[in-house]
Nanobody, 120 residues
Framework: QVQLVESGGGLVQAGGSLRLSCAAS????????MGWFRQAPGKEREFVAS????????YYAESVKGRFTISRDNAKNMVYLQMNKLKPEDTAIYYC?????????????WGQGTQVTVSS
């Protein structure tokens, strides 16, 4: 089992920035790829970004490319999402996830989520 706890969400104006953090515990040695997903009101959860342990495989949703950056501190079992130039359509609950072995897009373990609200 892997436990994930997100933090860093909040309310920000359009054009602003936020940095989300996710702390992993438990069987962290089994994690290769970590990622972020989000779910907006009335919509399905969607992929945002993922990064494997050495960053060789890093992927972003088209909607966030050039604005969001995923990073990891493997020694601290932390993963981050730096979000810049935020837009109202980025408003969602953001979830940290450890991804299924061999996948860069499918979550296996999930955090509880953190709310990000972008005002126009």
């Amino acid at each position: 089992q892997v436990q994930l706890v997100e933090s860093g969400g909040g309310l920000v104006q359009a054009g602003g920035s936020l940095r989300l953090s996710c702390a992993a515990s438990g069987r962290t040695f089994s994690i290769d790829t970590m990622g972020w997903f989000r779910q907006a009101p009335g919509k399905e959860r969607e992929f945002v970004a993922s990064r494997n342990w050495d960053g060789y495989r890093t992927y972003y949703a088209e909607s966030v490319k050039g604005r969001f950056t995923i990073s990891r501190d493997n020694a601290k079992n932390m993963v981050y999402l730096q979000m810049n130039k935020l837009k109202p359509e980025d408003t969602a609950i953001y979830y940290c996830a450890s991804l299924r072995p061999g996948s860069s897009y499918l979550g296996e373990y999930w955090g509880q989520g953190t709310q990000v609200t972008v005002s126009s």
